[in-house]
């Protein structure tokens, strides 16, 4: 049974930063997909970023690029978002999603099939 587990969301100010984190169990591939997803209130959810686990290979959305930074942990279960110069626009809750490939459109949502439960971001003007 895959687990996954965010933490790290909270409440900043525009322009601040916040560090995600995601934690996955039971997934005993050592080379797989895992992405960040968001969704805001009333609206449909959105791929962030996407990276292959054990192969380094990344893509992001243009609405984060050069803001955002998507990495793996030293330990391969681990990966973690770097939102910085934060917009109220961000403000969503905040998944983490595993699949076995990255293959496709990679941060199409229904292509994953493991989910987190969310961890809140929250950005005030």
């Known amino acids: 049974q895959v687990q996954l587990v965010e933490s790290g969301g909270g409440s900043v100010q525009t322009g601040g930063s916040l560090r995600l984190s995601c934690v996955a169990s039971g997934y005993t591939y050592s080379r797989y997909c895992m992405g960040w997803f968001r969704q805001a209130p009333g609206k449909e959810r959105e791929g962030v970023a996407a990276i292959v686990i054990g192969g380094g290979s990344i893509y992001y959305a243009d609405s984060v690029k050069g803001r955002f930074t998507i990495s793996q942990g030293s330990a391969k279960n681990t990966m973690y978002l770097q939102m910085n110069s934060l917009k109220p626009e961000d403000t969503a809750m905040y998944y983490c999603?595993?699949?076995?490939?990255?293959?496709?459109?990679?941060?199409?949502?229904?292509?994953?099939?493991?989910w987190g439960q969310g961890t809140q971001v929250t950005v005030s003007s």
């Open positions: 999603a595993a699949r076995r490939l990255c293959a496709g459109y990679w941060l199409y949502p229904r292509n994953f099939d493991y």
